[in-house]
């Protein structure tokens, strides 16, 4: 499974501001720190950039290249930045992300073509977040058909299903699981990731990771093979690498319906029993889901 490091990221507290200095030290830090950790790819997430976000993303580019070999995912939403990252970047990059809106995919799909880049095709269209796993469907249909009209192959897209906290929308978790069953048949040459984080926002601090890993198994099962992730998590790193085969097993189990007697499980096998009966929908959320 390849993984993108998520923190390179405009919002953290550090990053942030040797972003707007143009200080260089941090963002190779971080940069060298997500390599050894052993991610795939770097996505380096420069917010909308209105001001500025062109010259901004060439020099993190440029930056962050002196220092690492890993190809990188440019994450804004400023079409001029976009171009500015593809222009200087060294190998394949990928745009972070193309929605399904005309306007969006008339911008960039042209830039992924001229560039020979990848693109994130984000399942969010021009009523925003679809309401099922149909309007997923529907969406990434549309994503296909423009991307190849445009000259970008599918084995260059990376189907984006949007994950949602697990919190406050678990009937869209389970709707984005339901469409990754579909996933291979639609687009069997293009490879699927997702903002993996996203299903544990607003969840305690200490609870993230396990919400993150139970969801990152689940979503292999149905064919997703990559995922942006929190590159620290040592655990979630080693789910994905196949190191974890007993842990991968059990959660399968339980999505194929399987009953699993508790009583003869370990307390960490317990709690990705119950956290994968929450993100299936099979028991409501609370914040002490694993103490029920």
Known sequence: ????????????????????????????????????????????????????????????VKTIQEVTHLPLFLDTSNVEAIEAGLRVHKGKAVINSIMARPERMDALFPLAHKYNSGAVALLWGPEGMPRDAAERGALAAELLYKASEQGVPNQSLW???????????????????????????????????????NVSNGAPEHLRPIVNQTYLIMLQ???????????????????????????VNLVWRIMDGDEVDTGSLSKEEVDYVKTTRILLGHSLYSDSWLEL
């Open 1 to 60: 499974m390849y993984l993108i490091g998520e923190n390179l990221n405009v919002m953290s507290k550090t990053l942030g501001p040797a972003m707007k200095s143009r200080d260089p030290k941090p963002i190779r830090e971080m940069a060298l720190a997500e390599t050894e950790a052993g991610v795939d790819y770097i996505d380096v997430n420069i917010g909308p950039a209105r001001k500025a976000g062109a010259e901004l993303m060439e020099w993190l």
């Open 221 to 247: 099962k149905y064919g997703m093979n990559s995922a942006i992730v929190d590159a620290f998590d040592g655990d979630l790193r080693a789910i994905a690498r196949g190191e974890r085969q007993e842990i």
């Open 159 to 197: 189907i984006d299903p949007i994950v949602t906290p697990v919190n406050t929308q678990q009937d869209q978790v389970k709707s984005c699981s339901e469409f990754m069953t579909m996933f291979r048949d639609l687009a069997p040459e293009s490879n699927a990731t997702c903002g993996l984080s």
